[in-house]
């Protein structure tokens, strides 16, 4: 019996780079951050099995019941989320993307909210995210996360909105893979997440990772803006 050497294919070292960021931030994205608690503006996020590439958030088993010791489970679809609970993983309608100046209205309250958010020095990162949602709607927007930097990620609604929540994914080579990095744990027309010092520091690796902003209106509908800061 002879055997045949088959070829060896080469994996390209970016691939083997994501490959590893996405297991190591699925390795303790279960774990809540120490300090990172509501009043740090957001709860680090937890890997799950969900069909649309979102991870599952913090204290949820499976089926939606809570899990031991951990939050109440989402709120469900077309109902504004619960005083203290986080919305149901993104990934359902896209809501209407609009230009930055067409929404000039977001934009002054926006601006008002960064001196009690944002840390001193943090500079705006990428482009602002305006939109026009109906409840259940999402908008995300692309965020290169540096090494040891800190990010704040403020979102905000005109009335009639009355619950906006947000995420920061991970994006990974993996298809439908998106690990949840971090949650904003306010209620309301406005979400902050990593409130000036408790911001989200990148901290897995050496080199930039490429993210997503994930904005989500389960209250309401309206304008909503979002902008990402850093420092």
Same mark, same amino acid.
């Given at each position: 019996m002879s055997f045949r050497h088959l070829p060896? /294919? /080469?994996?390209?070292?970016?691939?083997?780079?994501?490959l590893a960021l996405a297991s190591v931030a699925a390795g303790t994205a279960c774990k809540k951050?120490? @300090?990172q608690t509501a009043a740090g503006g957001y709860v680090q996020g937890q890997v799950g099995a969900a069909g649309n590439g979102a991870a599952a958030m913090p204290g949820v088993a499976a089926g939606?019941?809570?899990?031991?010791? @951990?939050?109440?489970p989402y709120a469900s679809a077309g109902s504004p989320a619960a005083a203290g609970t986080a919305g149901p993983p993104p990934g359902g309608p896209v809501a209407q993307r609009l230009d930055a100046a067409a929404a000039a209205a977001v934009q002054p309250i926006l601006s008002g909210l960064v001196k009690e958010n944002v840390q001193a020095g943090a500079k705006p990162v990428g482009e602002a995210l305006v939109g026009n949602f109906s409840q259940g709607q999402t908008l995300d927007l692309p965020? $290169? %996360? $540096?090494?040891n930097k800190c990010y704040t990620v403020i979102a905000t609604g005109l009335p009639p909105v009355t619950e906006?929540?947000?995420q920061? $994914?991970?994006?990974?080579?993996?298809?439908?893979?998106?690990?949840v990095l971090a949650v904003d744990q306010d209620t309301?027309?406005?979400?902050? %997440? @990593? #409130? #000036?010092?408790?911001?989200? /520091?990148?901290?897995?690796?050496?080199?930039?990772a490429s993210g997503k902003i994930v904005v989500q209106v389960m209250g309401g509908s309206g304008l909503v803006a979002a902008q990402a800061y850093e420092k």
């Amino acid at each position: 019996m002879s055997f045949r050497h088959l070829p060896v /294919r /080469r994996v390209h070292p970016s691939a083997v780079v994501f490959l590893a960021l996405a297991s190591v931030a699925a390795g303790t994205a279960c774990k809540k951050n120490d @300090g990172q608690t509501a009043a740090g503006g957001y709860v680090q996020g937890q890997v799950g099995a969900a069909g649309n590439g979102a991870a599952a958030m913090p204290g949820v088993a499976a089926g939606g019941a809570p899990a031991a010791g @951990g939050a109440a489970p989402y709120a469900s679809a077309g109902s504004p989320a619960a005083a203290g609970t986080a919305g149901p993983p993104p990934g359902g309608p896209v809501a209407q993307r609009l230009d930055a100046a067409a929404a000039a209205a977001v934009q002054p309250i926006l601006s008002g909210l960064v001196k009690e958010n944002v840390q001193a020095g943090a500079k705006p990162v990428g482009e602002a995210l305006v939109g026009n949602f109906s409840q259940g709607q999402t908008l995300d927007l692309p965020i $290169q %996360l $540096q090494p040891n930097k800190c990010y704040t990620v403020i979102a905000t609604g005109l009335p009639p909105v009355t619950e906006v929540n947000v995420q920061l $994914q991970l994006m990974t080579v993996i298809p439908g893979m998106s690990p949840v990095l971090a949650v904003d744990q306010d209620t309301g027309a406005t979400a902050v %997440l @990593g #409130k #000036k010092s408790a911001c989200y /520091r990148w901290s897995f690796g050496v080199i930039p990772a490429s993210g997503k902003i994930v904005v989500q209106v389960m209250g309401g509908s309206g304008l909503v803006a979002a902008q990402a800061y850093e420092k």
